[in-house]
């Protein structure tokens, strides 16, 4: 029920291609779901985040995916640049509980 | 804004000792949280905390202890380290759900 499952793994994917990272949740107290991005190194950091009653938000060439009957939210990554290589961690909270509840996270490169 | 940092950068530990990973944060957040990450893998939450003097087990809390009696810091214990300890360890702060802000992490390693 706390779960959030991320997949794929990892992901290789053509400088100019589309990234596609797909999550899953079983919680339907969720109500807020953002997506991390993580540099080797680093620490994470917010990249884009979506709540329930919109079904797709975009910020440049970084857009989520929200189905909420099927319980699924995915990351879009368009035009990918090696730049874009990184972790992406899905994640969900809900309401005022401010603990968030991560997908096991996706290592994405991108080759030139 | 420095935002969150963390000390030390990188630290070697013999089984058994003792150390202390220090956090503050500089945004006046009132939530403060420690996660470990293992080579490759996701985040585990080790403590969280809701204000000064507050403090909260997450998923993975033994072996560590916290104490929070600033708004700013928030210093994670290690206590007779073992070699399962082994991680990067982050901390994190956030006021408003789910928006976390990381530090750069501690690189620890238990031989």
């Known amino acids: 029920q706390q779960q959030v499952k991320q997949s794929p793994q990892s992901l290789i994917v053509q400088k100019g291609g589309i990234s596609i990272i797909n999550c899953a949740y079983e919680?339907?107290?969720?109500?807020?779901f953002p997506w991390y991005q993580q540099f080797p190194g680093k620490g994470p950091a917010l990249l884009i985040a979506?709540?329930?009653d919109v079904s797709e938000k975009k910020e440049g060439r970084f857009t989520i995916s929200f189905n909420k009957s099927a319980k699924q939210f995915s990351l879009h990554i368009m035009d990918s640049q090696p730049g874009d290589s990184a972790t992406y961690f899905c994640a969900a909270s809900r309401g005022s509980n401010y603990q968030l509840i991560w997908g096991a996270g996706t290592k994405l490169i991108i080759k030139p | 804004n420095a935002g969150v940092t963390q000390t030390p950068k990188f630290r070697i530990l013999k089984i058994g000792q003792s150390m202390t990973l220090q956090c503050t944060q500089d945004m006046n957040h009132n939530y403060m949280y420690w996660y470990r990450q293992d080579p490759g893998m996701g985040l585990k939450l080790i403590y969280y905390s809701v204000g000064a003097g507050i403090t909260d087990k997450g998923e993975v809390p033994n072996g560590y202890n916290v104490s929070r009696s600033t708004t700013e810091d928030f210093p994670l214990r290690l206590e007779l380290a073992a070699p399962s300890q082994t991680s990067v360890y982050f901390c994190?702060?956030?006021?408003?759900?789910?928006?976390?802000?990381f530090g750069p992490g501690t690189r620890l390693t238990v031989l």
């Open positions: 919680n339907t107290a969720f109500d807020y």
């Open positions: 979506i709540r329930p």
């Open positions: 994190a702060s956030s006021s408003l759900p789910a928006v976390q802000f």
